[in-house]
């Protein structure tokens, strides 16, 4: 499969707002996060689950209501589908890193600011620092267009590879757009399908 090169800022390596150790150090940097006005209305602040050293990466758009009671990212509806994507390749959420744009819930799940995405992202481009993957899928517009820093919609960019910053990015559907658009799901499958062929010829 033919990857697009793409100047996008997954590494943003020498203008990061933070450096740290390890992903604990991270978390505790981040702490009881008010650098936004979601720290108003939050519940818990949802930094992330999984492999801290995985080679595959997702990358979603924010917590919803389920992740910000429970503190971790992708245990609602959508998440019950994700599990069962990564189960259709041989994967569960212990495999791999799950992370979001923005680490605390939108009040009624409405789309991420300008300003909270500029707060909130220098936090996941040291996430993807840290943990290091040859892979990273991006779920749904917003963490793509953050990643590949393009305007285009994911319906034109989902289930192709994209090389960014030495990282091989593969947008797809968020889970939650086949909730409300059934005829999205085989669509997940399909990238899915493809995702695992990518691991396989990239030795992840």
Request: hydrophobic share 45%.
């Amino acid at each position: 499969m033919a990857a697009d090169e793409r100047g996008g800022v997954l590494g943003a390596g020498e203008t990061l707002a933070v450096a740290c150790q390890d992903l604990d150090a991270l978390s505790a940097h981040i702490g009881d996060c008010q650098r936004c006005d979601l720290a108003l209305t939050r519940t818990r602040l949802v930094f992330g689950f999984g492999d801290p050293h995985a080679k595959l990466m997702f990358i979603g758009e924010a917590p919803g209501k389920n992740e910000d009671l429970k503190g971790e990212p992708f245990v609602g509806a959508a998440g019950k589908l994700l599990d069962e994507l990564l189960a259709s390749v041989g994967l569960d959420r212990h495999d791999v890193y799950i992370a979001n744009v923005l680490k605390c819930r939108p009040p009624a799940n409405r789309n991420p600011k300008p300003d909270e995405i500029a707060t909130c992202t220098p936090f996941l481009a040291e996430q993807v620092a840290l943990i290091a993957p040859a892979v990273v899928v991006t779920l749904g517009n917003f963490a793509t267009r953050y990643i590949l820093g393009t305007d285009e919609a994911i319906t034109q960019l989902r289930g192709n590879l994209y090389h960014v910053d030495g990282r091989q990015v593969m947008p797809i559907f968020h889970p939650a757009a086949a909730l409300y658009s059934p005829d999205k799901k085989q669509y997940l499958f399909d990238d899915f399908a493809r995702l695992r062929a990518v691991l396989d010829e990239s030795g992840a």
